[in-house]
Protein backbone atom coordinates (compact mmCIF):
# COMPACT_ATOMS: atom_id res chain seq x y z
CA UNK A 1 0.00 0.00 0.00
CA UNK A 2 1.36 3.49 -0.97
CA UNK A 3 1.70 6.11 1.30
CA UNK A 4 -1.65 8.43 1.00
CA UNK A 5 -0.01 11.74 0.95
CA UNK A 6 2.61 10.81 -1.99
CA UNK A 7 -0.10 9.43 -3.98
CA UNK A 8 -3.03 12.41 -3.59
CA UNK A 9 0.49 14.69 -4.86
CA UNK A 10 0.88 12.58 -7.95
CA UNK A 11 -2.73 12.39 -8.50
CA UNK A 12 -2.94 15.64 -8.41
CA UNK A 13 -0.42 16.62 -11.03
CA UNK A 14 -1.43 13.38 -13.41
CA UNK A 15 -4.46 15.83 -13.68
CA UNK A 16 -3.06 18.86 -13.82
CA UNK A 17 -1.20 17.76 -16.73
CA UNK A 18 -3.86 16.84 -18.55
CA UNK A 19 -5.16 20.09 -18.10
CA UNK A 20 -2.09 22.37 -18.37
CA UNK A 21 -2.98 24.38 -15.46
CA UNK A 22 -0.50 24.01 -13.01
CA UNK A 23 3.02 24.89 -13.21
CA UNK A 24 6.21 23.02 -10.81
CA UNK A 25 6.58 26.17 -8.73
CA UNK A 26 3.58 25.82 -6.72
CA UNK A 27 4.56 22.91 -5.25
CA UNK A 28 7.14 22.63 -2.03
CA UNK A 29 10.84 21.83 -2.66
CA UNK A 30 9.85 18.53 -0.40
CA UNK A 31 7.20 17.62 -2.72
CA UNK A 32 8.98 17.69 -5.69
CA UNK A 33 11.80 15.54 -4.41
CA UNK A 34 10.05 12.78 -3.65
CA UNK A 35 8.14 13.03 -7.29
CA UNK A 36 11.67 13.83 -9.10
CA UNK A 37 11.92 9.99 -9.43
CA UNK A 38 8.28 9.38 -11.45
CA UNK A 39 8.72 12.69 -13.38
CA UNK A 40 9.26 10.97 -16.86
CA UNK A 41 6.85 7.73 -15.95
CA UNK A 42 4.56 7.31 -12.96
CA UNK A 43 3.17 4.17 -11.66
CA UNK A 44 0.50 5.72 -9.52
CA UNK A 45 -1.23 2.74 -7.41
CA UNK A 46 -3.86 4.09 -5.18
CA UNK A 47 -5.87 1.35 -3.07
CA UNK A 48 -9.69 1.59 -2.24
CA UNK A 49 -8.28 1.95 1.61
CA UNK A 50 -7.02 5.76 0.56
CA UNK A 51 -10.56 6.76 -0.52
CA UNK A 52 -9.41 7.79 -3.70
CA UNK A 53 -10.63 6.25 -7.11
CA UNK A 54 -7.51 3.67 -9.06
CA UNK A 55 -5.45 5.51 -11.75
CA UNK A 56 -4.12 3.74 -14.41
CA UNK A 57 -0.15 3.83 -15.29
CA UNK A 58 0.51 7.43 -17.06
CA UNK A 59 3.00 9.20 -19.21
CA UNK A 60 4.15 12.72 -17.52
CA UNK A 61 4.36 14.77 -20.60
CA UNK A 62 6.49 17.39 -20.41
CA UNK A 63 4.61 20.95 -19.87
CA UNK A 64 4.26 23.35 -23.35
CA UNK A 65 7.39 25.90 -23.24
CA UNK A 66 5.36 29.36 -23.83
CA UNK A 67 7.32 32.41 -25.00
CA UNK A 68 10.38 31.48 -26.49
CA UNK A 69 11.48 28.95 -29.85
CA UNK A 70 13.91 27.02 -27.15
CA UNK A 71 15.60 24.84 -29.79
CA UNK A 72 17.03 28.21 -32.39
CA UNK A 73 20.88 27.68 -33.55
CA UNK A 74 22.67 30.27 -35.21
CA UNK A 75 21.69 32.28 -38.11
CA UNK A 76 25.02 32.53 -39.81
CA UNK A 77 28.60 30.74 -39.54
CA UNK A 78 31.59 32.43 -40.37
CA UNK A 79 34.39 30.82 -42.51
CA UNK A 80 37.56 32.03 -40.38
CA UNK A 81 39.52 30.38 -44.03
CA UNK A 82 37.85 33.13 -46.24
CA UNK A 83 37.65 35.65 -43.97
CA UNK A 84 40.49 38.70 -44.31
CA UNK A 85 42.68 38.74 -41.16
CA UNK A 86 41.67 41.83 -39.22
CA UNK A 87 45.40 43.47 -38.92
CA UNK A 88 45.12 43.67 -42.70
CA UNK A 89 41.59 45.35 -43.30
CA UNK A 90 42.66 48.55 -42.84
CA UNK A 91 45.61 48.99 -45.09
CA UNK A 92 45.89 52.61 -45.57
CA UNK A 93 47.70 54.48 -49.32
CA UNK A 94 51.40 53.41 -48.05
CA UNK A 95 52.82 50.71 -49.84
CA UNK A 96 53.37 48.81 -46.14
CA UNK A 97 51.42 45.95 -45.53
CA UNK A 98 50.56 45.31 -41.61
CA UNK A 99 51.89 41.50 -40.65
CA UNK A 100 50.04 39.33 -38.34
CA UNK A 101 51.21 38.87 -35.02
CA UNK A 102 49.13 36.38 -33.76
CA UNK A 103 49.99 32.75 -33.52
CA UNK A 104 48.37 30.11 -35.72
CA UNK A 105 46.07 32.68 -36.71
CA UNK A 106 43.26 30.95 -38.62
CA UNK A 107 41.83 34.22 -41.28
CA UNK A 108 43.04 34.71 -44.57
CA UNK A 109 46.45 36.40 -45.24
CA UNK A 110 46.70 37.44 -48.82
CA UNK A 111 44.56 40.74 -49.88
CA UNK A 112 44.21 40.27 -53.17
CA UNK A 113 43.03 36.72 -53.09
CA UNK A 114 40.68 37.78 -50.29
CA UNK A 115 39.13 39.85 -52.44
CA UNK A 116 39.04 37.74 -55.64
CA UNK A 117 36.34 35.49 -53.37
CA UNK A 118 35.01 38.49 -51.80
CA UNK A 119 30.81 38.29 -52.09
CA UNK A 120 29.44 41.06 -54.55
CA UNK A 121 29.08 44.10 -52.94
CA UNK A 122 26.02 45.00 -51.79
CA UNK A 123 25.42 48.26 -52.68
CA UNK A 124 27.93 50.74 -54.39
CA UNK A 125 27.51 53.15 -51.21
CA UNK A 126 29.17 52.79 -47.39
CA UNK A 127 26.92 54.52 -44.75
CA UNK A 128 29.50 54.75 -42.35
CA UNK A 129 32.16 56.00 -44.37
CA UNK A 130 29.61 58.79 -46.09
CA UNK A 131 28.60 59.28 -42.40
CA UNK A 132 31.87 59.54 -40.88
CA UNK A 133 35.02 59.51 -43.38
CA UNK A 134 35.99 56.27 -42.66
CA UNK A 135 35.05 52.54 -42.98
CA UNK A 136 35.91 50.65 -39.70
CA UNK A 137 35.73 47.07 -41.59
CA UNK A 138 38.02 48.36 -44.26
CA UNK A 139 38.63 45.93 -47.32
CA UNK A 140 36.24 43.83 -46.07
CA UNK A 141 32.77 46.29 -46.11
CA UNK A 142 30.05 44.75 -48.13
CA UNK A 143 29.62 48.39 -48.91
CA UNK A 144 33.17 49.07 -49.73
CA UNK A 145 33.18 50.20 -53.50
CA UNK A 146 33.92 54.04 -52.40
CA UNK A 147 36.43 53.54 -50.70
CA UNK A 148 38.09 50.10 -51.45
CA UNK A 149 41.08 50.99 -54.17
CA UNK A 150 41.42 47.82 -57.33
CA UNK A 151 44.72 47.29 -55.88
CA UNK A 152 43.21 46.63 -52.06
CA UNK A 153 43.98 49.79 -50.06
CA UNK A 154 41.01 51.45 -47.86
CA UNK A 155 40.78 54.98 -48.70
CA UNK A 156 40.14 57.73 -46.01
CA UNK A 157 38.58 61.13 -46.07
CA UNK A 158 40.07 63.26 -43.84
CA UNK A 159 37.94 66.56 -44.16
CA UNK A 160 34.70 64.13 -43.44
CA UNK A 161 36.46 62.01 -40.53
CA UNK A 162 37.49 65.40 -38.53
CA UNK A 163 34.15 67.35 -38.92
CA UNK A 164 32.41 63.79 -37.83
CA UNK A 165 34.75 63.72 -35.01
CA UNK A 166 33.61 67.19 -33.84
CA UNK A 167 29.87 66.91 -34.40
CA UNK A 168 28.92 63.71 -35.55
CA UNK A 169 27.19 61.52 -33.51
CA UNK A 170 28.92 58.41 -31.42
CA UNK A 171 28.48 55.45 -29.23
CA UNK A 172 29.61 56.05 -25.81
CA UNK A 173 30.21 52.97 -22.88
CA UNK A 174 33.18 51.66 -24.87
CA UNK A 175 34.67 48.77 -22.64
CA UNK A 176 37.84 50.21 -22.63
CA UNK A 177 40.83 46.91 -22.82
CA UNK A 178 42.33 47.78 -19.57
CA UNK A 179 39.30 47.58 -17.38
CA UNK A 180 38.42 43.92 -19.33
CA UNK A 181 41.82 42.81 -18.67
CA UNK A 182 41.43 43.89 -14.85
CA UNK A 183 37.47 42.04 -14.36
CA UNK A 184 38.60 38.81 -15.54
CA UNK A 185 41.88 38.91 -13.47
CA UNK A 186 40.07 40.02 -10.69
CA UNK A 187 42.05 42.75 -10.08
CA UNK A 188 39.70 45.41 -10.19
CA UNK A 189 39.35 47.80 -7.26
CA UNK A 190 36.24 47.47 -5.78
CA UNK A 191 36.44 49.49 -2.65
CA UNK A 192 32.69 50.13 -1.98
CA UNK A 193 31.27 46.79 -2.64
CA UNK A 194 33.76 45.16 -0.38
CA UNK A 195 31.98 46.16 2.55
CA UNK A 196 28.85 44.03 1.54
CA UNK A 197 29.64 41.34 3.63
CA UNK A 198 26.08 40.43 4.45
CA UNK A 199 22.77 38.77 3.37
CA UNK A 200 21.60 39.56 6.91
CA UNK A 201 19.20 43.28 6.28
CA UNK A 202 19.88 43.99 10.12
CA UNK A 203 24.02 44.05 9.45
CA UNK A 204 23.77 45.22 6.13
CA UNK A 205 21.79 48.11 7.68
CA UNK A 206 24.74 48.71 9.40
CA UNK A 207 27.17 49.30 7.40
CA UNK A 208 25.13 52.03 6.32
CA UNK A 209 27.38 54.50 7.99
CA UNK A 210 30.88 52.99 6.40
CA UNK A 211 29.84 52.88 3.07
CA UNK A 212 27.99 56.51 2.57
CA UNK A 213 31.13 57.54 4.41
CA UNK A 214 33.52 56.43 1.67
CA UNK A 215 30.56 57.50 -1.10
CA UNK A 216 30.86 61.08 0.33
CA UNK A 217 34.76 61.50 0.59
CA UNK A 218 35.18 60.47 -3.04
CA UNK A 219 32.64 62.68 -4.28
CA UNK A 220 34.53 64.88 -2.62
CA UNK A 221 37.63 64.31 -4.39
CA UNK A 222 36.21 64.50 -7.98
CA UNK A 223 35.07 67.80 -7.13
CA UNK A 224 38.22 69.26 -5.39
CA UNK A 225 41.26 69.14 -7.62
CA UNK A 226 43.51 69.30 -4.41
CA UNK A 227 43.77 66.13 -1.84
CA UNK A 228 41.97 66.44 1.17
CA UNK A 229 44.16 67.84 4.18
CA UNK A 230 43.71 67.06 8.02
CA UNK A 231 40.97 65.79 9.80
CA UNK A 232 38.00 64.32 8.73
CA UNK A 233 34.89 66.66 10.15
CA UNK A 234 31.29 65.99 10.31
CA UNK A 235 30.50 67.31 7.35
CA UNK A 236 32.59 65.07 5.42
CA UNK A 237 31.34 62.13 6.50
CA UNK A 238 27.33 62.97 6.53
CA UNK A 239 25.01 60.46 5.19
CA UNK A 240 24.31 61.12 1.63
CA UNK A 241 20.64 61.91 1.65
CA UNK A 242 18.08 60.73 -1.40
CA UNK A 243 17.52 64.14 -2.57
CA UNK A 244 21.28 65.02 -2.40
CA UNK A 245 21.62 62.36 -5.14
CA UNK A 246 21.39 63.39 -8.91
CA UNK A 247 17.56 63.74 -9.62
CA UNK A 248 15.72 62.94 -12.77
CA UNK A 249 11.91 64.42 -13.23
CA UNK A 250 10.15 61.52 -14.31
CA UNK A 251 7.16 63.71 -14.85
CA UNK A 252 5.06 62.56 -17.75
CA UNK A 253 7.91 60.87 -19.57
CA UNK A 254 7.08 58.49 -22.44
CA UNK A 255 9.78 55.58 -21.67
CA UNK A 256 11.17 52.53 -23.61
CA UNK A 257 10.87 49.25 -21.87
CA UNK A 258 13.93 47.77 -21.43
CA UNK A 259 13.57 45.16 -24.35
CA UNK A 260 15.53 42.04 -24.70
CA UNK A 261 17.15 41.03 -27.97
CA UNK A 262 14.97 43.88 -30.12
CA UNK A 263 15.56 46.88 -27.70
CA UNK A 264 19.14 47.18 -29.01
CA UNK A 265 21.21 50.34 -29.58
CA UNK A 266 19.78 50.92 -33.47
CA UNK A 267 16.41 50.37 -31.72
CA UNK A 268 16.29 52.88 -29.29
CA UNK A 269 17.74 55.63 -32.15
CA UNK A 270 14.71 54.89 -33.74
CA UNK A 271 12.17 55.97 -30.99
CA UNK A 272 14.58 58.52 -29.79
CA UNK A 273 13.78 60.32 -32.92
CA UNK A 274 10.11 59.07 -32.68
CA UNK A 275 9.55 61.25 -29.30
CA UNK A 276 10.81 58.56 -26.62
CA UNK A 277 12.13 60.49 -23.74
CA UNK A 278 13.99 58.06 -22.09
CA UNK A 279 15.18 54.98 -22.95
CA UNK A 280 16.56 51.99 -21.13
CA UNK A 281 19.28 49.38 -22.16
CA UNK A 282 18.46 45.47 -22.65
CA UNK A 283 18.50 43.61 -19.53
CA UNK A 284 22.21 42.67 -18.32
CA UNK A 285 23.69 39.87 -16.38
CA UNK A 286 25.82 40.94 -12.90
CA UNK A 287 28.03 37.75 -13.61
CA UNK A 288 28.63 38.70 -17.25
CA UNK A 289 29.06 41.99 -16.60
CA UNK A 290 31.83 41.57 -13.83
CA UNK A 291 33.40 38.71 -16.43
CA UNK A 292 34.36 41.32 -19.02
CA UNK A 293 32.12 39.81 -21.53
CA UNK A 294 32.08 41.75 -24.67
CA UNK A 295 28.57 40.33 -25.99
CA UNK A 296 27.13 41.46 -22.47
CA UNK A 297 28.81 44.64 -22.50
CA UNK A 298 27.39 45.55 -25.61
CA UNK A 299 24.16 46.14 -23.72
CA UNK A 300 25.11 49.31 -21.86
CA UNK A 301 26.38 50.92 -24.99
CA UNK A 302 24.82 54.31 -25.22
CA UNK A 303 24.24 56.14 -28.29
CA UNK A 304 25.07 60.09 -28.17
CA UNK A 305 21.10 61.24 -29.52
CA UNK A 306 19.75 59.24 -26.04
CA UNK A 307 19.66 62.43 -23.25
CA UNK A 308 18.29 60.02 -20.75
CA UNK A 309 19.71 56.25 -20.73
CA UNK A 310 19.94 53.68 -18.13
CA UNK A 311 21.01 49.82 -17.48
CA UNK A 312 18.84 47.45 -16.28
CA UNK A 313 20.66 44.53 -14.47
CA UNK A 314 19.90 41.30 -13.22
CA UNK A 315 21.28 39.11 -10.42
CA UNK A 316 20.80 37.13 -7.31
CA UNK A 317 22.44 38.52 -4.56
CA UNK A 318 23.50 41.86 -3.13
CA UNK A 319 27.52 41.38 -3.58
CA UNK A 320 26.69 40.90 -7.91
CA UNK A 321 24.15 44.12 -8.19
CA UNK A 322 26.78 46.47 -5.73
CA UNK A 323 29.73 45.52 -7.32
CA UNK A 324 28.22 46.04 -11.14
CA UNK A 325 26.52 49.28 -9.76
CA UNK A 326 29.61 50.21 -8.76
CA UNK A 327 31.85 49.32 -11.81
CA UNK A 328 29.21 51.05 -13.69
CA UNK A 329 29.02 53.92 -12.34
CA UNK A 330 32.98 54.62 -12.37
CA UNK A 331 33.51 53.25 -16.14
CA UNK A 332 30.76 54.50 -18.12
CA UNK A 333 27.73 57.63 -18.63
CA UNK A 334 24.82 56.53 -17.38
CA UNK A 335 21.99 58.19 -16.17
CA UNK A 336 20.22 55.33 -13.72
CA UNK A 337 20.15 51.81 -13.05
CA UNK A 338 17.16 49.73 -13.11
CA UNK A 339 16.68 46.77 -10.86
CA UNK A 340 14.87 43.66 -13.12
CA UNK A 341 12.23 42.28 -10.98
CA UNK A 342 9.84 41.24 -13.58
CA UNK A 343 12.02 38.88 -15.73
CA UNK A 344 9.93 35.54 -15.94
CA UNK A 345 12.50 33.56 -17.96
CA UNK A 346 12.69 29.83 -16.35
CA UNK A 347 16.36 29.85 -16.05
CA UNK A 348 16.10 33.22 -14.44
CA UNK A 349 13.94 32.63 -12.10
CA UNK A 350 14.83 29.21 -10.91
CA UNK A 351 18.49 30.60 -9.63
CA UNK A 352 16.12 33.55 -7.66
CA UNK A 353 16.67 36.45 -9.78
CA UNK A 354 14.21 38.63 -12.11
CA UNK A 355 10.99 37.71 -10.50
CA UNK A 356 12.98 35.16 -8.24
CA UNK A 357 13.98 37.97 -6.17
CA UNK A 358 10.04 38.50 -4.74
CA UNK A 359 10.27 35.45 -2.89
CA UNK A 360 13.52 36.43 -1.01
CA UNK A 361 12.76 39.72 0.58
CA UNK A 362 15.48 39.90 2.90
CA UNK A 363 18.22 39.09 0.01
CA UNK A 364 15.72 41.54 -2.14
CA UNK A 365 16.16 44.67 0.66
CA UNK A 366 19.96 43.91 1.08
CA UNK A 367 19.80 44.22 -3.13
CA UNK A 368 18.00 47.21 -2.84
CA UNK A 369 19.13 49.42 0.31
CA UNK A 370 23.13 48.71 -0.27
CA UNK A 371 22.84 49.51 -4.31
CA UNK A 372 21.10 52.69 -3.52
CA UNK A 373 23.63 53.51 -0.63
CA UNK A 374 26.81 53.06 -3.20
CA UNK A 375 25.55 54.93 -6.37
CA UNK A 376 25.00 58.58 -6.24
CA UNK A 377 22.83 58.35 -9.66
CA UNK A 378 18.76 56.70 -9.08
CA UNK A 379 18.05 53.57 -8.68
CA UNK A 380 14.70 52.33 -10.11
CA UNK A 381 12.86 49.25 -9.87
CA UNK A 382 10.82 47.49 -12.38
CA UNK A 383 8.36 44.38 -11.19
CA UNK A 384 5.88 42.84 -12.43
CA UNK A 385 2.17 42.45 -10.01
CA UNK A 386 3.92 39.19 -8.05
CA UNK A 387 4.70 35.78 -9.51
CA UNK A 388 1.27 33.61 -9.33
CA UNK A 389 -2.29 34.75 -11.19
CA UNK A 390 -4.22 35.27 -8.02
CA UNK A 391 -1.66 36.23 -5.69
CA UNK A 392 -0.72 40.25 -6.53
CA UNK A 393 2.35 41.17 -4.47
CA UNK A 394 3.60 44.56 -5.35
CA UNK A 395 1.55 46.65 -3.54
CA UNK A 396 3.29 45.23 -0.45
CA UNK A 397 6.33 45.84 -1.60
CA UNK A 398 6.16 49.32 -3.44
CA UNK A 399 6.41 51.45 -0.57
CA UNK A 400 9.19 49.11 0.55
CA UNK A 401 11.18 50.03 -2.38
CA UNK A 402 10.47 53.76 -1.20
CA UNK A 403 12.21 53.20 2.18
CA UNK A 404 14.86 51.11 0.58
CA UNK A 405 16.05 54.06 -1.26
CA UNK A 406 14.89 53.67 -4.70
CA UNK A 407 13.85 57.00 -6.72
CA UNK A 408 11.52 55.55 -8.72
CA UNK A 409 8.56 52.30 -9.48
CA UNK A 410 8.01 50.77 -12.77
CA UNK A 411 4.82 48.38 -12.34
CA UNK A 412 3.77 45.96 -15.28
CA UNK A 413 0.33 45.15 -14.71
CA UNK A 414 0.46 41.31 -15.19
CA UNK A 415 1.79 38.26 -13.23
CA UNK A 416 5.09 36.06 -14.14
CA UNK A 417 2.80 33.49 -14.51
CA UNK A 418 0.38 35.07 -17.07
CA UNK A 419 3.36 36.43 -19.07
CA UNK A 420 1.77 38.05 -22.39
CA UNK A 421 -1.47 35.91 -22.11
CA UNK A 422 -3.81 37.88 -20.12
CA UNK A 423 -4.54 42.02 -20.75
CA UNK A 424 -2.93 44.27 -17.97
CA UNK A 425 -4.40 44.94 -14.94
CA UNK A 426 -4.33 49.17 -14.46
CA UNK A 427 -6.95 48.93 -11.91
CA UNK A 428 -4.03 47.19 -9.74
CA UNK A 429 -1.51 49.06 -10.95
CA UNK A 430 -3.39 52.26 -9.67
CA UNK A 431 -3.40 50.45 -6.23
CA UNK A 432 0.45 50.21 -6.48
CA UNK A 433 0.57 53.62 -7.29
CA UNK A 434 -1.22 54.51 -4.18
CA UNK A 435 0.52 52.53 -2.18
CA UNK A 436 4.09 53.52 -2.99
CA UNK A 437 3.11 57.88 -2.77
CA UNK A 438 5.39 59.62 -2.98
CA UNK A 439 7.66 57.62 -4.74
CA UNK A 440 6.93 58.08 -8.57
CA UNK A 441 5.45 55.09 -10.27
CA UNK A 442 5.22 54.22 -14.23
CA UNK A 443 2.38 51.99 -15.41
CA UNK A 444 3.44 49.54 -18.29
CA UNK A 445 1.19 46.87 -20.81
CA UNK A 446 -0.56 47.01 -23.36
CA UNK A 447 -0.58 50.43 -24.82
CA UNK A 448 -0.61 50.94 -28.52
CA UNK A 449 -2.19 54.37 -28.97
CA UNK A 450 -2.91 57.69 -28.18
CA UNK A 451 -6.32 56.28 -26.63
CA UNK A 452 -4.89 53.59 -24.74
CA UNK A 453 -2.45 56.00 -22.89
CA UNK A 454 -5.50 58.55 -22.51
CA UNK A 455 -7.20 55.92 -20.64
CA UNK A 456 -4.31 54.67 -18.64
CA UNK A 457 -3.05 58.31 -17.36
CA UNK A 458 -6.95 58.03 -16.85
CA UNK A 459 -7.36 55.31 -14.92
CA UNK A 460 -4.46 55.48 -12.51
CA UNK A 461 -4.13 59.65 -12.66
CA UNK A 462 -1.48 58.92 -9.99
CA UNK A 463 1.01 57.99 -12.65
CA UNK A 464 4.46 59.82 -13.39
CA UNK A 465 4.20 58.29 -16.62
CA UNK A 466 3.95 55.14 -18.93
CA UNK A 467 6.57 52.80 -20.01
CA UNK A 468 5.98 50.87 -23.76
CA UNK A 469 7.60 48.10 -24.79
CA UNK A 470 5.62 45.81 -27.22
CA UNK A 471 3.56 48.85 -28.56
CA UNK A 472 6.72 50.50 -29.35
CA UNK A 473 8.05 47.31 -31.49
CA UNK A 474 4.82 47.29 -33.40
CA UNK A 475 4.68 50.72 -34.09
CA UNK A 476 7.72 52.73 -32.54
CA UNK A 477 6.09 56.19 -33.58
CA UNK A 478 3.33 55.65 -31.16
CA UNK A 479 5.78 58.33 -29.48
CA UNK A 480 4.81 60.78 -31.82
CA UNK A 481 0.94 59.82 -32.00
CA UNK A 482 1.03 60.08 -27.94
CA UNK A 483 2.18 63.74 -28.14
CA UNK A 484 0.46 64.82 -31.31
CA UNK A 485 -2.59 63.20 -29.64
CA UNK A 486 -3.49 61.61 -33.29
CA UNK A 487 -3.90 58.75 -34.84
CA UNK A 488 -0.88 57.99 -37.66
CA UNK A 489 -1.90 56.42 -40.96
CA UNK A 490 1.32 55.73 -41.54
CA UNK A 491 2.26 54.71 -45.11
CA UNK A 492 4.28 50.96 -46.17
CA UNK A 493 6.59 53.51 -48.42
CA UNK A 494 7.16 55.59 -44.63
CA UNK A 495 7.43 52.19 -42.81
CA UNK A 496 10.26 50.54 -45.30
CA UNK A 497 12.12 54.05 -44.91
CA UNK A 498 12.68 53.40 -41.41
CA UNK A 499 13.81 49.74 -41.69
CA UNK A 500 16.12 51.47 -43.82
CA UNK A 501 17.01 53.93 -41.35
CA UNK A 502 17.21 50.91 -38.82
CA UNK A 503 19.92 49.40 -41.77
CA UNK A 504 21.76 51.79 -41.69
CA UNK A 505 22.05 52.43 -37.72
CA UNK A 506 22.64 48.10 -37.65
CA UNK A 507 26.05 48.81 -40.30
CA UNK A 508 26.78 51.66 -38.01
CA UNK A 509 26.46 49.49 -34.97
CA UNK A 510 27.82 45.85 -35.58
CA UNK A 511 30.15 46.62 -38.75
CA UNK A 512 29.63 46.43 -42.47
CA UNK A 513 31.50 43.27 -42.80
CA UNK A 514 30.02 39.42 -43.27
CA UNK A 515 29.58 39.19 -39.73
CA UNK A 516 28.11 43.15 -38.97
CA UNK A 517 25.29 42.63 -42.13
CA UNK A 518 24.52 38.99 -40.61
CA UNK A 519 24.17 40.55 -37.24
CA UNK A 520 22.03 43.49 -38.89
CA UNK A 521 20.09 41.30 -40.69
CA UNK A 522 19.67 38.34 -37.49
CA UNK A 523 18.18 41.76 -35.21
CA UNK A 524 15.97 43.69 -37.92
CA UNK A 525 14.22 39.74 -39.12
CA UNK A 526 13.80 39.91 -34.92
CA UNK A 527 11.95 43.10 -35.14
CA UNK A 528 9.89 42.18 -38.11
CA UNK A 529 8.64 39.48 -36.39
CA UNK A 530 6.95 41.85 -33.79
CA UNK A 531 6.45 45.12 -36.58
CA UNK A 532 4.40 42.59 -39.00
CA UNK A 533 1.31 42.81 -36.16
CA UNK A 534 0.66 46.53 -37.36
CA UNK A 535 -2.50 47.18 -38.78
CA UNK A 536 -2.71 49.91 -41.20
CA UNK A 537 -5.48 52.46 -39.76
CA UNK A 538 -7.49 52.81 -42.91
CA UNK A 539 -8.09 49.55 -42.93
CA UNK A 540 -9.18 49.05 -39.66
CA UNK A 541 -12.98 48.31 -39.03
CA UNK A 542 -12.80 49.67 -35.06
CA UNK A 543 -10.04 52.06 -34.69
CA UNK A 544 -7.35 52.38 -32.98
CA UNK A 545 -5.63 48.49 -32.73
CA UNK A 546 -5.91 46.45 -29.77
CA UNK A 547 -2.55 44.76 -28.41
CA UNK A 548 -4.14 41.50 -27.85
CA UNK A 549 -6.35 41.01 -31.10
CA UNK A 550 -5.19 38.67 -33.79
CA UNK A 551 -6.31 40.19 -36.83
CA UNK A 552 -7.70 38.30 -40.03
CA UNK A 553 -5.68 37.31 -42.89
CA UNK A 554 -5.59 40.70 -44.73
CA UNK A 555 -4.63 42.71 -48.19
CA UNK A 556 -2.92 45.53 -48.44
CA UNK A 557 -3.14 48.66 -50.23
CA UNK A 558 -0.22 47.71 -51.85
CA UNK A 559 2.23 44.70 -52.63
CA UNK A 560 4.64 46.27 -50.20
CA UNK A 561 2.18 46.70 -47.42
CA UNK A 562 0.78 43.23 -48.00
CA UNK A 563 4.42 41.66 -48.07
CA UNK A 564 5.06 43.89 -44.16
CA UNK A 565 2.06 42.57 -42.47
CA UNK A 566 2.76 38.24 -43.70
CA UNK A 567 3.56 36.31 -40.32
CA UNK A 568 6.24 33.95 -42.53
CA UNK A 569 9.36 34.33 -41.91
CA UNK A 570 10.36 33.70 -45.48
CA UNK A 571 8.68 37.33 -46.13
CA UNK A 572 11.00 38.63 -43.30
CA UNK A 573 13.69 37.67 -44.92
CA UNK A 574 12.29 38.93 -48.23
CA UNK A 575 12.48 42.18 -46.78
CA UNK A 576 15.95 42.09 -45.27
CA UNK A 577 17.25 40.67 -48.71
CA UNK A 578 15.94 44.58 -49.90
CA UNK A 579 18.14 46.11 -47.74
CA UNK A 580 21.19 43.77 -47.03
CA UNK A 581 21.09 42.08 -50.16
CA UNK A 582 20.48 37.55 -49.95
CA UNK A 583 20.98 35.88 -47.62
CA UNK A 584 23.77 33.19 -47.55
CA UNK A 585 23.83 30.05 -48.63
CA UNK A 586 23.83 28.26 -44.73
CA UNK A 587 21.63 31.35 -43.23
CA UNK A 588 18.68 30.03 -41.48
CA UNK A 589 16.38 31.73 -39.20
CA UNK A 590 13.94 31.26 -36.06
CA UNK A 591 12.31 34.03 -34.16
CA UNK A 592 13.04 34.54 -30.37
CA UNK A 593 10.07 34.94 -29.47
CA UNK A 594 6.99 33.50 -30.30
CA UNK A 595 3.99 35.10 -31.50
CA UNK A 596 1.51 33.81 -28.56
CA UNK A 597 0.95 37.07 -27.17
CA UNK A 598 -2.17 37.55 -28.60
CA UNK A 599 -5.75 36.45 -27.06
Given at each position: ?11 EYILAEQKREVDL ?379 WGASLLTIHGRSR ?183
Amino acid sequence: MCDSGICKIKAEYILAEQKREVDLDHVSDKDKNVLKPDLNEADVCLDDDDNHPPLKKQKFSKKKLKGQNKSRGPTFRINKESELCSSLIMRGDTNETPACHKVNCPFLHDIQKYLEIKPKDIGDTCYNYQISGTCSRGLTCRFGFEHITSDGKNKINEKQRQKFETEGSHTKNQLRHDIQIALRKRNYNFELSALIKYYNTSKAKKLDFRIMKKVTLKMLKKKSENKLIGAITDEDIIKLRQREKKTIDWTDKLFLSPLTTVGNLPFRRICKEFGADVTCGEMAMCSSLLQGAPQEWALVKRHSSEDIFGVQLCANNPYLFTKCGELLQNETDIDFIDINLGCPLELVYKQGGGCGLLRRQNVLESCVRNLSNILTIPLTVKCRTGIYNNDNIAHVFAPKFRDWGASLLTIHGRSREQRYTKSADWQYIRTVAQAAAPLPVLGNGDILSYADYKLARETVPELAGVMIGRGALIKPWIYTEIKEQKLWDISSSERFDILKKYANYGLEHWGSDNKGVENTRRFLLEWLSFLYRYIPVELLECPPQKINERPPYFRGRNDLETLMASPSASDWIKISEMLLGPVPDNFHFLPKHKANSYR
